[in-house]
């Protein structure tokens, strides 16, 4: 099967700066998006972005301009650098990718376990 795991989360001050990581590894064929989704205490669990294999991005529009998702094809991994962190930002952040693996092959969402990120004022 696909499995995900991040990596990066940890405390930071207001302001700070952290950076997720997340490998894919397994019975892939092809990643076609993988990003990050985050659930903050007592909420659903939220976008936060996306980026396709062609490169192709999309963020919530919380953390646009603070946040940047990029991935290595090749390597099936995914990075979250996000900045000028806000105490609104504490979640679990998951590691997410939808496309072709497992055997038998087929089309599936993938989820990581969840990293921690705390955020003090």
């Known amino acids: 099967q696909v499995q995900l795991v991040e990596s990066g989360g940890g405390l930071v001050q207001a302001g700070g700066s952290l950076r997720l990581s997340c490998a894919a590894s397994?019975?892939?064929?092809?990643?076609?998006?993988m990003g990050w989704y985050r659930r903050a205490p007592g909420k659903q669990r939220d976008l936060v972005a996306t980026?396709?294999?062609?490169?192709?991005?999309n963020y919530a529009d919380s953390v646009k301009g603070r946040f940047t998702v990029s991935r290595d094809n090749a390597e099936n991994t995914v990075l979250l650098e996000m900045n000028n962190l806000k105490p609104e930002d504490t979640a679990v952040y998951y590691c997410?990718?939808?496309?072709?693996?497992?055997?038998?092959?087929?089309?599936?969402?993938?989820w990581g376990q969840g990293t921690q990120v705390t955020v003090s004022s």
């Open positions: 397994g019975s892939i064929l092809m990643l076609n998006v």
């Open positions: 980026i396709a294999s062609g490169g192709d991005t």
């Open positions: 997410y990718a939808w496309g072709v693996g497992g055997v038998p092959a087929g089309v599936d969402n993938y």
